[in-house]
């Protein structure tokens, strides 16, 4: 099964760059990152709306949105802010230098979220051999970003 999962991840990833490079070339038709952006989410929120009707998924409760932390609430927020940042800086920088130095940014603020179960986040100590990991990709990432 984790191998399974692992795949879902890589194919993800897959997406991500794919998605990246199509955001990017939405602005350059549309002239603006912000309208490329607006788009994205367009598009996504209607994909996730027909997946909820295909599924008949309930309408969550009043009581059950309340319930939800603070902090829960940002990630439309904070995924506008990627999707813009993506679309603005891979035309200047490339996929693979914005997705490197997306992916540091990730894997560092992951360790950390990790290591202190920051915002409900279970909590996995990060130790040398996570820590090695760690090094090793930011070295890759200062290649990738190199050349």
């Not at 295909?54 to 902090?71: G, Y």
């Amino acid at each position: 099964m984790a191998t399974g999962l692992h795949l879902a991840a890589l194919l993800g990833g897959a997406a991500f760059v794919l998605q990246q490079v199509a955001n990017a070339n939405l602005r350059a038709a549309l002239g603006s990152p912000f309208w490329a952006g607006l788009t994205n989410f367009l598009a996504g929120g209607l994909a996730l709306s027909l997946v909820l009707i295909a599924i008949r998924e309930p309408l969550p409760s009043i009581q059950v949105v309340t319930r939800a932390p603070w902090f829960a609430w940002i990630g439309g927020c904070l995924g506008a802010l990627y999707i813009i940042g993506i679309i603005f800086l891979l035309p200047r920088l490339g996929a693979a230098t914005v997705v490197a130095l997306f992916m540091v940014g990730q894997i560092l603020t992951s360790l950390t979220f990790d290591h202190f179960g920051l915002l409900g986040a279970p909590i996995r100590e990060v130790g040398l051999p996570r820590l090695l990991g760690a090094i090793l990709m930011v070295a890759g990432v200062g290649l990738i970003c190199a050349f």
